[in-house]
């Protein structure tokens, strides 16, 4: 399995900002692991042009579940694939929170998304309540028996594991904490799509920075990151994807 360092660029980046993906391209050409970013809607086509023929994919951040109509403001999976993007984030907590979606309306965009041959990028996690409450598995695993499509492989779904209190807080759970996640998350996969469970990325997500990247990227079934901030700049996601080719 090729393991997956994903950058999330939310809702930061103007068109100058397409110069951090020249610096990245320029110190790692060739990197052992796939690196993804996913910047605004905005820039997807113009960082897909950049991107052409080099190591870096280009995903987006969200689609809407319908193929096209009146949806002011939205966009669909073809759009997406016209311009050029590979990937999508779904049902990242922001929009769970932001905008109310459900595990059924992330579960309709996954499917919209892989039916037309994107990957799709199935965020889960726990708020702190509910993991200070020792609700952690309980949560994350309802969200992943309700959000991953129909016909999910290893090929087309990979899931990414946020705690909701560890995203852009600078704290993150306990290494043990996060292998007890990953393996609930592997046995879970098994469970709901059998052998095709072993090669879906499980990415962890939530404050990853240089710093701390190698030691959660030795923890078993942690197949990579997604990251927010640190993927802004060259630099820290560079060294992110070093530490991911290096585990
Ligand atoms: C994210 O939003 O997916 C994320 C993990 O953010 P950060 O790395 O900034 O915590």
């Not at 320029?26 to 190591?55: F, N």
């Not at 579940?65 to 984030?89: E, Y």
């Not at 592997?186 to 090669?199: K, S």
Request: charged content about 20%; hydrophobic content about 45%; overall charge negative.
């Amino acid at each position: 399995m090729k393991k997956l360092a994903a950058g999330n660029w939310k809702m930061n980046g103007t068109r100058a900002s397409l110069a951090e993906v020249a610096a990245l391209l320029a110190a790692h050409p060739a990197p052992a692991c796939e690196m993804l970013l996913c910047p605004p809607a905005t820039l997807i086509a113009q960082m897909a042009d950049a991107a052409r023929g080099s190591a870096l994919l280009v995903g987006a951040q969200d689609c809407h579940a319908k193929p096209q109509g009146a949806h002011t403001g939205d966009i669909s999976v073809a759009m997406l694939k016209d311009a050029g993007a590979t990937h999508v984030i779904l049902g990242h907590s922001e929009r769970r929170t932001d905008r109310g979606e459900t595990d059924e309306l992330v579960r309709a965009k996954a499917e919209a998304a892989v039916d037309a041959g994107l990957v799709a990028i199935v965020c889960i996690g726990e708020t702190e309540a509910e993991h200070d409450a020792g609700k952690t598995l309980a949560v994350i695993g309802s969200q992943i028996d309700g959000s991953i499509p129909g016909g999910a492989t290893a090929a087309n779904l990979v899931v990414a594991y946020e705690p909701v209190w560890a995203i852009g807080t600078g704290r993150t759970p306990t290494l043990a904490e996060i292998a007890e996640v990953h393996s609930f998350l592997r046995g879970r996969l098994r469970g709901l799509i059998g052998d095709e469970a072993e090669g879906v990325r499980i990415l962890y997500g939530g404050s990853v920075k240089p710093s701390n990247a190698g030691d959660i990227f030795a923890v078993p079934h942690v197949d990579g990151a997604l990251v927010g901030g640190a993927s802004l700049k060259a630099a820290d996601f560079g060294a992110i994807v070093d530490a991911l080719s290096a585990a």
